[in-house]
């Protein structure tokens, strides 16, 4: 049984009741088109995680122009500011454009399967996978962090409290996509709001002269370098963590409204926008208010505190915004994740119960793996994010990288077309554009661009956890690989191909019994045997002597037909010995099926199932591992209510009777 | 199949090579009579953690003291001692006369049981069982807090210091007895030689005047309380927790060698004179050095210190010493936890898988399970010693008291022989003794002692963490007897009394196949169907509407008989379907049998297992929940060797031409 459901038992009764109100009652399959989203819920869904970046690109480039040791070199910020914010409008206009060629879902995955193969594809998801869970921890550790340095008390609970996050994320979350857009984007605009307010009153005052500057901040100095190029592109880099979460909306076209493309297009201008205004808005200010990057306040608190005055209610407003905007960016990766995993497990790279939907139509499965390692990762890297931001962002630009160069060698394919012309691909059909060679100027020159930020954010970033991720993309991939090669080995395997049709042959059956002592239970496994008319034999493990002959006598009197085989066990083990009898029957008889029947107690609750040895299970998972070996499990339904034990036999007519003994004893 | 043996698959390859290494080769059965332990190995053994309390006895008294503010009182520690002492004497007569009584192992609950009856035998069992997980978490966190104070730079590995220990006393214990006497015999005696040498050199030099005062150590007051009575009694039972441990020889007589009686009870008088001297010399020389309980330095290290003076080898191998027998006080609980817990399971208080015995005929679970609860107690508390301490000694001053209550009456049944008369007992021989009023008045006399004591235990203790001890007691008192009811319920339900013999009938059986997709391993699970030779049909669970008409198609092709039942299953369930379609056949077809058969992809391993649904385990366990149903898996091997598949069909016919197929395609 391998199917494409979920095979978990459903809940009942009280763990249905708490599972309802957790997660929401199951929804149909049919219901599958109805879950989508409005463009300004989109917004909030997809975009948390790249407009939060805003919180912390300008200080990034400010601490590593501040290696010079001096305040001088600051003013460069604005100019690598300026060089970011090109990028991201050519990242956008690129993306912009894989939108409307990959209608059905343009993640980076999906481009570079079209275009460059599985190899490339592997690539781009294992890179984007393994952000999509950095994304979690990194926010929502930086997130715990803006909550700490304003409430000192709770720091013995930082990584408690990062964890509970995730957990209540992951519940969020598993209700389904549209619930999770509408919870979530109150945090969005809410942070929107109060930035938009910050920068406008901070330009108005600007303009009129009223806006001061900032004091009481200690400048950090760590070590005076000197100002090279390779300092200021490392500036460069680290500003350019802004980029990251814009490819979010492109991997989740299929979450919003008909027209798709058009509305993801819509929203993705949207928030490249807002991320633009933002970052160099924050940039500027920052810089007019001469901005210091420090150990003990943010950029964006002391820009805050500028304009609004230390302690006013603005200014707490805005950097409550920015602690929540920080926790609702690992939304975006709850979105995310769970589809792009879905779609290597459905090309056969992952798990295939990656691709199943739950109850709620959310692939459940790959919620609860990303809750998982960022749990770990939370958990591992004690919540810091200090320590978790070198492992950041190369994953996405890697993505950038490989998708960009997909759409450079999809538009050379549409260059080669006629006017008019339409070839079918194999996501989508080709059309002639009279600008593909602009458009692949575009990519290209995209693709080039985050290259380079890659290759800077691994060199300069190697030592301090790169490395790892350096190390970790190609082991993934590997895995995938690997993954890959095994479903398509047992599908093989499985194949009917060349079998012929309806020619099943029978063959002898050899059935025996398993008996550990002689009960109810064994003559229930004894009636089943002979029920099932086949010839039949028992067998017994023999540990302790005295047993073996209790068992025997009890056989002898209450069974009293079929033989009785002993087997002795001077280790005590119990599968091994059974394990030998059964290879020594299949090679004696050749080509016969051996037919294993075993009792097991069946317990009502799970608490008196852990009171039993449940060797049945066990013995089940270490017989079927032979060949020509089939298992039979009789259970015996013991019920127990409140110290009485009702037991049912297969028989209505045994229940009487065990009934009757009751009566008569109490 | 419930039997009392080890059911856990046997270890295989590299997992049998390092599970050698690490516990050693497995034991046969019949060398169990050979697992005994010379004196010397059981004084290590069983005196560890009743010898390492002298490290802390002491102080604990004149921590108490020292409330009064003033340093005037602290003379008082040597008459409290010398109260101890004689307390410790009685304790150890009493049980000496136990041991003797009970050649077989005389532990509190085997008394009680005999004497008391199983009430007071589960009290004292769950107090001892929780004394012991709480003798490991103390010993090995206050060893810990030792090696800490000596090498603060460790400070952050706490915990994992603490759980790595347990960790390999654990691994020393599963190898047996034995051997871990013999590795656990070198600390013991080391501290036991460091500290005579320490008693011996500090009493020469105070006979012959050289013996200086303690210098540099402030006096630690933290509140000025009047000497009351209730502060002296107080003092007393703090310093009362030397007797801890004291009672592990009687619970392990069955280690000894023969005569087991007499070397035990030669081995606890060892003991106790090792510990009485010890702890009276201790507290004397404590007050001739004038030493100061104090946060800074503990009263053992005080007195080595003005003994050997700072520094120096002597002071440091104390010092090292003390550290190894706390953590070593540890096994002393790994040698009795697990035989006690056999003993509750063995009376069906405990889960039965408490008394079987592992390959190196060690009680596994026992040790396994010891080793989790203090584990989870050492992280729970941080590893911290404050917070475990004020949990600790109850449980064994209860167990103290229901054991000399339970001496007492079998004394009292004695007094009514008549001289020469031997009574058979429940578990030995209750024979005539002159001198049985002296030996009840003993008894009695201890039983008092520790009942007051332990009293005052509670009442002192009671808010910093006693009152979770005294309700978690009567919450093990009632799981324990929940499991007992538990068993005797399902040993009467599966009892065969009054049952017919050799009549066993047979019914109908209905087999019905479950059907995922049609593939080779379908193509089994049908060849055994007609094999068996009775009727069936198939059905099909309807999740998704194009899989549902491939299925059919396919099955109409290559199995082309039976009938094909398709359930529809709009939520995605598996489970619940079926459930519902064999429950609708039970009572249409009521007294047959319903025998369901499903496939199973089989890997090779567990790692390829997890790629696939396995929902056949979850179908199992979710139908051998029903009344009258027997669950048939049909395993497909699936071999994978580098990538190729070898799959071997029910019969070697198959096989062949599976081989064929592969031949013409490569």
Not at 170 to 196: D, Q
Not at 256 to 281: D, H
Not at 352 to 373: D, E, H, K, N, P
């Amino acid at each position: 049984m391998d199917s494409t459901v979920s095979g978990a038992p459903e809940p009942k009764g009280i763990r249905k009741h708490l599972s309802n109100l957790l997660i929401g009652r199951p929804l149909e399959t049919r219901t599958l088109a109805h879950q989508v989203v409005s463009n300004k819920i989109g917004l909030a869904v997809f975009a948390s995680d790249a407009l939060s970046s805003t919180a912390y690109a300008t200080e990034e480039i400010l601490v590593i122009l501040a290696l010079t040791g001096t305040v001088a070199y600051l003013g460069l910020a604005l100019p690598i500011a300026l060089a970011i914010a090109a990028l991201l409008v050519i990242v956008t206009i690129s993306y912009r454009q894989t939108i409307f060629a990959y209608p059905n879902g343009g993640g980076a995955y999906i481009v570079a399967r079209d275009n460059l193969g599985e190899l490339a594809a592997q690539i781009a998801g294992a890179a984007l996978l393994t952000d999509y869970i950095l994304t979690v921890a990194v926010s929502i550790s930086s997130g715990v962090a803006q909550i700490i340095s304003a409430f000192p008390d709770l720091t013995p609970w930082r990584v408690p409290m990062a964890v509970a996050i995730i957990g209540l994320v992951t519940i969020v979350n598993l209700r389904g996509v549209k619930e999770s857009g509408a919870v979530f984007s109150v945090p969005t605009y809410f942070f929107l709001g109060m930035m938009f307010l910050t920068l406008i009153v901070g330009f108005y005052r600007w303009a009129t002269g009223t806006l001061g500057v900032v004091t009481g901040v200690e400048f950090a100095v760590e070590a005076a370098a000197p100002l090279t190029m390779f300092l200021v592109l490392r500036a460069f880099s680290s500003g350019s963590a802004a980029l990251t979460g814009i490819e979010a909306i492109s991997n989740g076209i299929t979450a919003f409204r008909e027209p798709r493309s058009r509305n993801a297009a819509k929203t993705l201008v949207v928030m490249s926008t807002l991320l633009v205004t933002m970052f160099l808005g924050i940039t500027f200010l920052s810089r007019h208010i001469q901005a210091i990057p420090s150990h003990q306040e943010t950029i964006i608190s002391q820009m805050a505190r500028t304009v609004f005055g230390a302690g006013s209610l603005f200014y707490l407003l805005l950097i409550a915004g920015t602690a929540l905007i920080l926790l609702m960016a690992a939304n975006t990766s709850y979105a995310d994740f769970p589809r792009l995993a879905a779609l290597h497990a459905g090309d056969g790279f992952l798990p295939r119960q990656l691709t199943y939907r739950g109850g709620r139509l959310v692939f459940s499965w790959g919620i609860m793996t990303l809750a998982i390692a960022a749990s770990v990762l939370v958990i591992f890297m004690r919540a810091s994010t200090t320590a978790l931001i070198p492992l950041y962002a190369i994953g996405v630009f890697l993505s950038f990288t490989v998708s960009q160069t997909g759409m450079v060698v999809r538009l050379r394919k549409i260059g080669r077309l006629k006017p008019g012309e339409v070839v079918k691909g194999l996501e989508t059909n080709l059309e002639y554009d009279p600008h593909w060679r602009l458009h692949m100027i575009i990519s290209a020159f995209g693709a080039v661009c985050t290259f380079v930020v890659m290759m800077i954010f691994a060199i300069t970033k190697f030592t301090s956890g790169a490395w790892f991720i350096l190390l970790l993309i190609p082991t993934l991939v590997f895995v995938f690989f690997r993954i890959h090669y095994h479903y398509k080995d047992v599908a093989q395997a499985l194949s009917l191909e060349n079998t012929a049709v309806n020619e099943i042959e029978t063959d002898r059956v050899i059935t025996m019994l398993l008996v550990d002592g002689v009960h109810k239970g064994t003559l229930q496994m004894v009636k089943f045997a002979k029920s099932m008319g086949n010839p039949w034999h028992a067998v017994h493990v023999g540990v302790n002597q005295e047993k073996t002959a209790v068992t025997q006598a009890k056989w002898d009197r209450y069974v009293g037909e079929g033989q009785l085989v002993i087997i002795d066990s001077p280790y005590r083990h119990l599968l091994a010995p059974i394990r030998q009898y059964v290879i020594d029957l299949l090679e004696n008889n050749p080509g016969a099926i051996v037919h294993i029947v075993m009792g097991h107690l069946a317990m009502d609750s799970l608490m008196s199932q852990a009171l039993h040895q449940n060797s049945s299970l066990i013995l089940n998972l270490g017989l079927t591992g032979l060949e020509r070996v089939v298992v039979t499990i009789v259970p015996l339904q013991i019920h127990q209510n409140g110290g009485e034990v009702n037991r049912n036999m297969l028989t209505g007519k045994d229940l009487k009777k065990a009934r009757g003994e009751r009566s008569i004893k109490n």
